[in-house]
């Protein structure tokens, strides 16, 4: 008796009750599915120096032939910034190596160069320099024509 009851109540809703209930879940799974997207900018995974995570993202995403904006994030343990850095980059052994203006104190390093495929300028070398410590990382870019 309970169950007819049950049934008969849901069967009388107002149709805009019926539709909200369905638009939840579907929302749910639209942002889920969101989330599980690649982050805007990320055109090479990061790298790992010292007790580092050193990221990469360009501006135009992906990057093209020519100049490109890049930012250098620094984290460390628990994804705390790591601002007491010197990071310089280049896109050649041959070119000089220049330093990244930083971000204000949320460890994030940022310098334009130029990634040309016809010249083979098209990897990222990073020199980061904290204390005594440097050493250089090497980021595969593929620009696009």
């Known amino acids: 008796m309970t169950l007819k009851f049950r049934l008969r109540a849901n069967s009388q809703r107002p149709p805009h009750v019926v539709r909200r209930r369905l638009s939840r879940p579907i929302l749910l799974l639209a942002l889920l599915a969101a989330g599980c997207a690649q982050p805007p900018g990320a055109d090479t995974p990061p790298q790992r120096w010292k007790d580092l995570?050193?990221?990469?993202?360009?501006?135009?995403?992906?990057?093209?032939?020519?100049?490109?904006?890049?930012?250098?994030?620094?984290?460390?343990?628990?994804?705390?910034?790591a601002y007491d850095l010197v990071v310089s980059l280049r896109t050649a052994d041959s070119d000089p190596w220049k330093q990244a203006i930083e971000d204000g104190q949320v460890g994030v390093y940022r310098r334009a160069a130029l990634l040309d495929t016809a010249?083979?300028?098209?990897?990222?070398?990073?020199?980061?320099?904290?204390?005594?410590?440097?050493?250089?990382?090497?980021?595969?870019?593929?620009?696009s024509p």
């Open 53 to 81: 995570d050193i990221r990469v993202e360009t501006r135009p995403s992906p990057p093209v032939n020519g100049m490109n904006e890049f930012l250098i994030m620094a984290t460390g343990e628990r994804g705390r910034p």
């Open 119 to 143: 010249a083979h300028r098209t990897a990222l070398q990073v020199a980061i320099r904290r204390g005594d410590s440097q050493g250089v990382l090497t980021f595969p870019l593929s620009p």
